[in-house]
């Protein structure tokens, strides 16, 4: 069984940086990219960023384009977003994701493992 654990998560006021972590452990895995999402209370999942391995490439949610760094290590299926510029609109749990085939999705549904979340609070 696939596992994604998030670190990085906590308090941070506005204006301030993050950095999270996401690492996949349990059984060999290959994913053709991983992604960020977030949840905030009441609202469904956003799709923050993403990065698909092949090709290098990385696409981001227009509210944190400018501000949000994805990388990551495609050999150990590990994934990093660096949050800087911090907004309490940037308030959420965040997951990340990752899919096995097809390269990069902005739709959650289409990834096929999940992490448990990370809280990231930005406070004003």
């Known amino acids: 069984q696939v596992q994604l654990v998030e670190s990085g998560g906590g308090l941070v006021q506005t204006g301030g940086s993050l950095r999270l972590s996401c690492a996949a452990s349990g059984r060999t895995f290959s994913s053709s990219a991983m992604g960020w999402f977030r949840q905030a209370p009441g609202k469904e999942h956003e799709f923050v960023a993403t990065?698909?391995?092949?090709?290098?490439?990385?696409a981001y949610a227009d509210s944190v384009k400018g501000r949000f760094t994805i990388s990551g290590v495609n050999a150990k299926n590990t994934v990093y977003l660096q949050m800087n510029s911090l907004k309490p609109e940037d308030t959420a749990v965040y997951y990340c994701a990752a899919r096995a085939y097809s390269g990069s999705s902005f739709y959650p549904h289409e990834y096929d493992y999940w992490g448990q979340g990370t809280q990231v609070t930005v406070s004003s």
């Open positions: 990065i698909s391995w092949s090709r290098g490439v990385t």
